[in-house]
Nanobody
Framework: QLQFVESGGGLVQPGGSLRLSCAAS????????IGWFRQAPGKEREGVLC??????????ADSVKGRFAISRHYAKNTATVYLQMNSLKPDDTAIYYC???????????????????WGQGTQVTVSS
């Protein structure tokens, strides 16, 4: 059974940084694109960034351009996808999820239906 382990969330002041991690098997990252999504209170889940098996990425949220970056790291049997978040704003407060794409390439749209096998989510709160 596919399993993602997310970590790195927490409370940070505006302007601060956090790095989220999404760990999975190496096979998963080699065969599938991995996306980061977020869901703020009272809002729909939205796509943030996606990384493909070849390392290229797709940005789904204009609001994070220039502030967030996605990367991946392979170990022996596991791999981790990171979401580096800089210059955080209160509007970035949300539960952040990683999810597996159906294919190795990132979908052109960050829609939930184009991803499966979701992680449990990690809370990010940006507040002074």
């Amino acid at each position: 059974q596919l399993q993602f382990v997310e970590s790195g969330g927490g409370l940070v002041q505006p302007g601060g940084s956090l790095r989220l991690s999404c760990a999975a098997s190496s096979d998963t990252l080699q065969l599938h694109a991995i996306g980061w999504f977020r869901q703020a209170p009272g809002k729909e889940r939205e796509g943030v960034l996606c990384i493909e098996s070849d390392g290229s990425s797709t940005n789904y949220a204009d609001s994070v351009k220039g502030r967030f970056a996605i990367s991946r790291h392979y170990a022996k049997n596991t791999a981790t996808v990171y979401l580096q978040m800089n210059s955080l704003k209160p509007d970035d407060t949300a539960i952040y999820y990683c999810a597996r794409g159906y294919r190795s390439g990132c979908p052109s749209e960050g829609r939930e239906a184009l991803f499966d096998a979701w992680g449990q989510g990690t809370q990010v709160t940006v507040s002074s």
